[in-house]
């Protein structure tokens, strides 16, 4: 449609206001809509970024002015220098990864004979709400192997290679038997042929106690032999420490071994049911009895996902996981509207698929990639409910990011909006690049 | 002189106005008083059924006044902040943060109950009656009450290892040890929510170090570095060994409150004890397997020196934005053990005053857990609630976050200490 041509009006024109009364009017829902909820809302945030928790709210902010004290606590609190690092990791890596896996997947699609259906697997997480997302994750992060599905697939697959052992819980009752459950543990002082040991554990749960366990008896001394046993030394109460007693358990099926004073083992048994040994045959020279280090080989115990370490990679893989089936869906159309002649011409010339996909593709694909990688960094600044849904308490710090610092401060508790605007302030400075980049794209497009 | 004439004639009006106004309320006071009474607050669901039924007892006896109650859950805090910022506050709310009547006080918008003194000190104890006094005068009143010096056991675990519910320090210690060799853990921790850790730390400071240096320590007078606190976090280390809890430190790190719960409240526990308030069974009443006394028990948080019936614990207080002689009645009404029993009778409820019965409670569990609260000896509120938030009340910061860290290495008491020092000076300064 062609502008209408108007004339400049003449200032002071008294008729200005009325040619203009259609304009204004149409413009006006819109223009005090933007008014009350966008610019008169950034300019207070701005300006009560300069006063303090107690200033008292109004049209404008009064009292408890502090000037730039809330810019300086938030390059010098930890736990908002921690955010501020952090979401220069999620800047660093998150857009990056998500655009090249929505690559990689809209390539591939294209190739597979169940591209379809790929694709529509890679892009159900979009369906979910980020907030959902990360309930599901953090169950699935869950450092017991029982309950979260991460460390009870990397569990599987570690007790195939290494089973963890009968006894994973004891520990010995006395300080007589030294070691660690690594190495086993063995009698500290060594013993001849001729007298016997008693090899006490503890902290067994009841339920871990072989189903064939007996009464425990004080072993016997031999001729020529070392004989022991090797029994739960709790009964309820406690007990008496180190010595076996009516109501204590052998513990059978235990591989007990002995070691001469070169440090080699020499003889290996297993105990009986009321947790007995017997060494016979045994030489001159003094011994020590011991057991085994494969009773006590731990299960594994899980990886610590949610720990402070890992927390930050942990909440990035689960965005990924929701992200990239909207690159691939993206890059995927625009891999679509790429000439095939091109591709056609390049192979025709000899180009390896290789080539084809550095030297073509990716070139002609770059206005698309650019979007998406644009539109990731906007949106990793602002990411905020997966964080808040997958960190745990204890770690919420350690997984917090700008946006999440901003609410906490404000609203999360600690109810100081005078921070929480310097944060929405900084957040809003970090933006302002990205967006000007995006609106330079804009109008080249057009 | 029209302008003139105008004046008086407006000025006129408004004493008319005032008079008027003035004999209207002045003549209902003699009588039984009468007027509506609108009141917000945080119990939903069958608490405000129960609070609806304590209100009936009155609106019976009170056919005059017209009392309604709207619940707004957990977001009193903010609806209140906006209600006073717009000039219209309702005429009573109750709130589960004591933070927020010092912060209405504060700001003049409460209105003090000095009137119910009389009935405060006739049913509540005198620790519990001074709980809302601000600059010696009443502003808040506990209304429900809360335990949280209570510790919760599985009962076959403690059979097991043939212990029995200890009632001093060093017999939970040695409990805690014979419990180890049984091959249970002794504790589950919430660790991955802070306030359990800074509930078990007020617990043991407050019987270790005695009553005046927690208020001392909770109104910040007193330093966090003081010998007294780096005792007490020594003492909770010997109760966090990474051996003696379920999952160890670093496990417990990533349990919630509610999985810590049921780690204790199953056939199959996977550790004996729970240290955390009367509000225990209510989260796992759903899928909870074991029935109370015979599956799972309590015993009180056990003395440490002379300290029995000393109680850690919490509530929702009640406060008032207006003042005229209905809502007067209804304060005192709601200050009453009568009116405090009629909601003991259903349920879900500690009673703060000391006139409620121990038998007006259903079960057994209840009568240990909320008759400790009226017949407490000492009894002090929650310090972490009476922190600045920023200190005592944020997720991953303050004192929740230093607790955590503490847990991670429970041998490093004095560093803590100074840790927790710096933060809560910090607070205090922002705060003012």
Redesign the interface.
């Known amino acids: 449609m062609e502008p209408p041509v108007v004339a400049a009006p003449p200032s002071g024109d008294p008729g200005f206001l009325r040619r203009n009364l259609v304009a204004i009017g149409f413009l006006a829902p819109a223009a005090i809509l933007l008014g009350v909820m966008i610019v008169y809302p950034t300019i207070y945030t701005f300006i009560r970024s300069f006063f ?3 200033a008292h ?1 109004g049209f404008l902010p009064k009292g408890d002015f502090t000037g730039i004290d809330n810019y300086k606590a938030l390059f010098t609190t930890d ?1 908002l220098v921690t955010a501020i690092k952090n979401s220069a990791i999620w800047i660093l890596v998150a857009p990056a990864a998500v655009t090249a896996f929505g690559l990689v997947f809209a390539v591939l699609t294209e190739r597979i004979r169940w591209g379809v259906g790929f694709k529509a697997i890679v892009f159900m997480p979009m369906a979910i709400s980020l907030f959902a997302t990360g309930v599901i994750w953090h169950v699935m992060y ?3 192997p029982n309950q979260g599905a991460v460390n009870a697939a990397i569990g599987a697959v570690k007790s195939w290679v290494s089973p963890a052992g009968a006894l994973s ?1 004891a ?1 010995p ?1 006395t300080p007589a038997l030294t070691g660690s459950p690594q190495s086993g543990y063995v009698l500290q002082k060594p013993i001849a042929a001729g007298k016997t040991a008693l090899l006490g554990l ?7 106690v072989p189903s064939g366990a007996k009464q425990v008896a004080t072993p016997q001394p031999k001729q020529g032999a070392i004989t022991g046993v090797v029994w739960r ?6 007990g008496v420490v180190g010595k076996p007693e009516q109501g204590e358990l052998g513990l059978p099926g235990v591989h007990v071994k002995l070691i001469d004073s070169s440090g080699k083992t020499v003889q290996s048994a297993t105990t009986g049911d009321d947790g007995s040994f017997t060494f016979d045959g045994v030489g001159g020279g003094s011994f020590k009895p011991g057991i085994a280090a494969s009773t006590f080989a731990a299960p594994f ?1 899980g990886i ?1 996902w ?2 402070s370490q890992l927390i930050t990679p942990a909440v990035i893989i689960a965005y990924i996981w929701v992200w990239a089936g909207f690159a691939m869906v993206v890059i995927g159309a625009g891999l679509a509207a790429i000439s095939r002649e091109v591709l056609e011409a390049a192979r025709t010339d000899g180009a390896t698929e290789w080539q084809v996909f550095r030297r073509v593709t990716v070139p002609m694909l770059a206005p698309v990639l650019s979007v998406v990688f644009i539109t990731m960094l906007i949106n990793v600044l602002k990411v905020f409910d997966i964080v808040i849904s997958i960190a ?6 350690d997984a ?1 990011v700008i946006a999440v610092q901003m609410w ?2 404000s609203f ?5 909006f005078g921070l929480g605007s310097a944060i929405a302030v900084f957040l809003f400075l970090l933006v302002i690049p990205i967006l000007l980049l995006n609106i330079r794209r804009f109008r080249r497009e057009v | 002189m029209k302008k003139h004439r105008l004046v008086i004639a407006a000025l006129l009006g408004v004493v008319l106005l005032a008079a008027i106004t003035a004999l209207a309320s002045a003549r209902p006071a003699k009588k039984s008083a009468s007027g509506s009474i609108n009141i917000v607050g945080v119990w939903t669901g069958d608490e405000e059924k129960s609070f609806n039924a304590v209100l009936d007892g009155f609106r019976k006896a009170n056919p005059g006044i017209k009392v309604s109650y709207k619940s707004t859950g957990d977001n009193t805090p903010t609806v209140l902040a906006t209600a006073v ?1 717009g000039g219209k506050p309702p005429d009573l709310a109750s709130v589960s943060q004591p933070g927020l009547v010092n912060d209405f006080q504060k700001k003049g918008a409460l209105k003090n109950l000095d009137y119910a003194k009389g009935t405060l000190n006739a049913n509540y104890p005198p620790d519990i009656a001074k709980i809302g006094v601000v600059k010696g005068h009443v502003y808040g009143l506990l209304i429900k009450g809360a335990n949280k010096s209570t510790v919760w056991y599985n009962v076959s675990s403690f ?5 029995k519910a200890p009632t001093t320090f060093p017999a939970l210690q040695k409990a805690a ?2 419990l ?5 853990p002794a504790f589950s921790v919430g ?4 306030w359990t850790l800074t509930d078990l730390f007020e617990n043991i400071y407050l019987r270790q170090a005695g009553p005046a240096k927690y208020d001392a320590l909770s109104k910040h007078t007193m330093k966090w570095t003081d010998a007294s606190v780096v005792k007490a976090l020594q003492t909770m280390g010997t109760l966090l060994q990474t ?1 003696n809890i379920a ?1 160890g430190t ?2 417990a ?2 349990t ?1 409150f509610p999985t810590s719960v049921s780690n204790v409240f199953t056939k ?1 526990p996977k550790a004996a004890m729970v240290v955390e308030g009367d509000f225990v069974p209510g989260v796992v009443a759903s899928k909870n397997a074991l029935k109370a006394v015979s599956g799972y028990n309590v015993f009180p948080f056990p003395a440490i020196g002379n300290t029995a019936n000393y109680v850690e614990g919490g509530g929702d207080e009640l406060m008032a934005f207006k003042d005229t002689p209905a809502i007067r009645a209804l304060v005192k009404y709601l200050a009453t053990g009568k009116a405090q029993t009629i909601w003991a009778k259903r349920g879900g409820y500690t009673a703060p005053a000391k006139t409620v019965p121990a038998s007006a409670y259903p079960d057994a569990i209840t009568r240990t857990t909320a008759s400790a609260v009226g017949k407490a000896k000492v009894f002090r509120f929650d310090l972490s609630d009476l922190q600045p ?2 200190f005592g ?5 303050g004192e ?2 230093l607790f ?1 860290d503490f847990l991670k290495s429970p041998g490093n008491a004095k560093g803590i200490a100074k840790q927790l020092e710096s933060a809560a000076a910090k607070a205090y300064k ?3």
């Open positions: 303090g928790k107690d709210e736990i869950i450092k017991d819980s520990s009752s503890t902290a067994i749960p009841p339920t871990d030394d709790f009964k309820p109460g406690g115990g610590s949610l720990g745990p308490g204890s770690t919420q710090s917090a906490r401060q999360g508790g600690v109810n100081d | 910022a059979k097991n290892a043939g212990v040890g014979t180890k060799a049984s091959g249970t660790g991955a929510d802070g051996s999952g670093s496990g790190l990533q919630d199959s938030a920023s009340g944020t997720v991953g910061q929740f976050k955590q922002a705060g003012k």
